[in-house]
């Protein structure tokens, strides 16, 4: 078993709709990333987290520690946000610093 | 800043010859990140540095790989010899201490695409 699994792996959406991916993981973990990989190749980190909740325009992580799972939720979807999304976790102790270990990501793809 | 700068951003060679990747990271960042891509392996961290120091190469597949950082501004990436299943996207990141930024964000290259025949 993956320490981060994601799902679904492949998610088919009409432009408007609410979107939900979920990524839950095996391990004790210091921080979360979301990731966001362009059908061009190019990576963007969306956010990072440790607890909570974070919004950044249409875009909104939520991470819950005690049950080791974090979703990321994109409202009013366009066919912009059409990418592959990673969820990457950073596992606790000082010798892990800045190692990710990285999910398989969820091919999203935003019809008009 | 230009971001974290790759070359070559494409590379064909044939299975036996050396490759050799190169990563400009951004300046003043102090870490610094060698990953590959692949369809059935996903992301993989390779190797990272911090200030210019190797701190974890337990991703490193086998010894025909190996990356050095000379100096705070330039990493390499060399595989020697090349084999077809090295096929990959090699990407680079770099991030600033979270002491020095108060976050963790990686900043990725546009990566490498790497087609051994």
């Known amino acids: 078993k993956n320490e981060v699994e994601q799902s679904p792996q492949n998610l088919t959406a009409q432009e408007g709709e609410f979107i939900t991916i979920n990524c839950s993981y095996s391990?004790?973990?210091?921080?979360l990333h979301w990731l966001q990989q362009h059908p061009g190749g190019g990576i963007v980190s969306l956010f990072m987290?440790?607890?909570g909740k974070k919004k950044h325009g249409r875009l909104i992580a939520t991470i819950n520690i005690q049950e080791k799972h974090s979703s990321l939720h994109i409202t009013a979807s366009h066919p912009r946000d059409s990418a592959v999304y990673i969820c990457a976790v950073k596992s606790k102790g000082l010798q892990s610093y800045g190692k990710l270990t990285f999910g398989q990501g969820t091919i999203l793809t935003v019809h008009p | 800043d230009a971001g974290v700068i790759q070359s070559p951003r494409h590379e064909v060679t044939e299975m036996g010859q050396e490759v050799t990747l190169r990563c400009k990271p951004i300046?003043?960042?102090?870490?610094l990140f060698w990953y590959r891509q692949t369809m059935m392996r996903g992301l993989e961290l390779l190797i990272y540095f911090n200030n210019n120091v190797p701190i974890d190469d337990s991703g490193m597949p086998e010894d025909r790989f190996s990356a050095k950082m000379p100096n705070a501004s330039f990493s390499t990436l060399k595989i020697q010899p090349s084999e077809p299943r090295d096929s990959a996207v090699y990407f680079c990141a770099s991030s600033l201490s979270y002491r020095a930024s108060g976050q963790e964000t990686q900043y990725f290259g546009p990566g490498t695409r790497l087609l051994v025949l």
């Open positions: 391990v004790g973990i210091s921080a």
């Open positions: 987290l440790s607890s």
């Open positions: 300046s003043g960042h102090d870490y």
